[in-house]
Nanobody, 126 residues
Framework: HVQLVESGGGSVQAGGSLRLSCVVAEYISARTCIGWFRQAAGGEREAVAAMRIGGRSEYYADFVKGRITISQDGARKPVYLQMNNLKPDDTATYYC????????????????????WGQGTQVTVS
């Protein structure tokens, strides 16, 4: 199994920014999607953003509204989640996950479930 390790969480004030990092612990195929998800205490897990390893096939949840960007500087580099103008509603544990890319190059979680997960990193916005 692919191992995913998240980092970069912390506590920030509303309006602040954080950049989360997802490191893939071993080489993975370019036909892999990496997604970021979050789960607030007592809430359901929801997708935030996703992309194909190396770039493209980006997906964003509707609530992102331009505040959050997923990126990667190269196929073997971490996948980042840049979050700006953070709000208290963004408080959650953020998880990095992976799955195989679909034949139509779609990384949307609705298209195929993600099946490998990291341990999560806590983000608290006050």
């Amino acid at each position: 199994h692919v191992q995913l390790v998240e980092s970069g969480g912390g506590s920030v004030q509303a309006g602040g920014s954080l950049r989360l990092s997802c490191v893939v612990a071993e080489y993975i195929s370019a036909r892999t999607c990496i997604g970021w998800f979050r789960q607030a205490a007592g809430g359901e897990r929801e997708a935030v953003a996703a992309m194909r390893i190396g770039g493209r096939s980006e997906y964003y949840a509707d609530f992102v509204k331009g505040r959050i960007t997923i990126s990667q500087d190269g196929a073997r580099k971490p996948v980042y989640l840049q979050m700006n103008n953070l709000k208290p509603d963004d408080t959650a544990t953020y998880y990095c996950a992976s799955r195989r890319l679909t034949d139509d190059l779609n990384c949307s979680p609705a298209r195929r479930p993600y099946n490998t997960w990291g341990q999560g990193t806590q983000v608290t916005v006050s």
